[in-house]
């Protein structure tokens, strides 16, 4: 468990609203991640943070933006939702696992089930 | 880009069999992770492999990572229906373990 939560778990939206989720870490973790699941594409980078107000794109970005102000909050936002947009999102942080110097692990929350109508 | 396949796609076994699911990598691998996810529920870590040749083992789930063949396989030992579920294979493919890319997953069935 990497005290990792992510709200809300369910949200069912219209398509053109704004949509908002949390992803909350209690470990101070410098990295964070945003993913998305979906059937046949696994999962794909969306954005990812490596600190305070630093964050970069990844393979998925487009139509999501990102804010870190704090180290535990990392928010990902749906500027207008549209209906490619329904999957499942996984918030990850990046903590060192126990060997080497450069060895990290990826611990994942529990997800957001995110629906557009 | 990096790209992952992984194989099978799904597995149905009996219960106590031996099973063994493959991850192959487009590109060198600088590390590679493997997490267990249960449907409509978050990925769990289980290992993470680094070195070529290196093995890990997690409970009766044993990793191995052939970085010439740019391959990790997962092996369970006398499966149980507690195994069920999708294996997920992820790749650091920058060598700075900031970025992962996926593969699609291995759904696992175990059945009595």
């Known amino acids: 468990d990497a005290g990792i939560t992510q709200s809300p778990r369910h949200k069912v939206t219209e398509t053109g609203t704004p949509v908002t989720l949390r992803c909350h870490q209690t470990e101070n973790h410098r990295y964070m991640y945003w993913y998305r699941q979906d059937p046949g594409h696994g999962l794909r980078l969306i954005h990812y943070s490596y600190g305070v107000k630093d964050t970069d794109k990844g393979e998925v970005s487009d139509g999501y933006s990102v804010s870190r102000s704090k180290t535990e909050d990392f928010l990902l936002t749906l500027e207008s939702a549209t209906s490619s947009q329904t999957s499942v999102y996984f918030c990850?942080?990046?903590?060192?696992?126990?060997?080497?110097?450069?060895?990290?692990?990826?611990?994942f929350g529990p997800g957001t089930r995110l629906t557009v109508t | 880009s990096q790209e992952l396949e992984q194989s099978p796609q799904s597995l149905i076994v009996q219960e106590g069999k031996n099973l063994t699911i493959n991850c192959t990598s487009s590109?060198?691998?600088?590390?590679l992770y493997w997490y267990k996810q249960k449907y409509g529920e978050g990925l769990i870590f289980l290992m993470m492999?680094?070195?070529?040749?290196e093995e890990k083992s997690h409970e009766k789930i044993t990793a191995k990572l052939d970085e010439k063949k740019q391959q990790s396989s997962l092996h369970i030992t006398a499966s149980q229906p507690s195994h069920a579920g999708i294996y997920l294979c992820?790749?650091?493919?920058?060598?700075?373990?900031?970025?992962?890319?996926f593969g699609t997953g291995t759904r696992l069935q175990v059945t009595l």
């Open positions: 990850a942080i990046s903590r060192p696992g126990g060997k080497g110097r450069d060895s990290y692990e990826q611990y």
């Open positions: 590109k060198t691998l600088y590390g």
């Open positions: 492999l680094q070195k070529g040749g």
């Open positions: 992820g790749a650091d493919g920058t060598g700075t373990a900031s970025k992962l890319t």
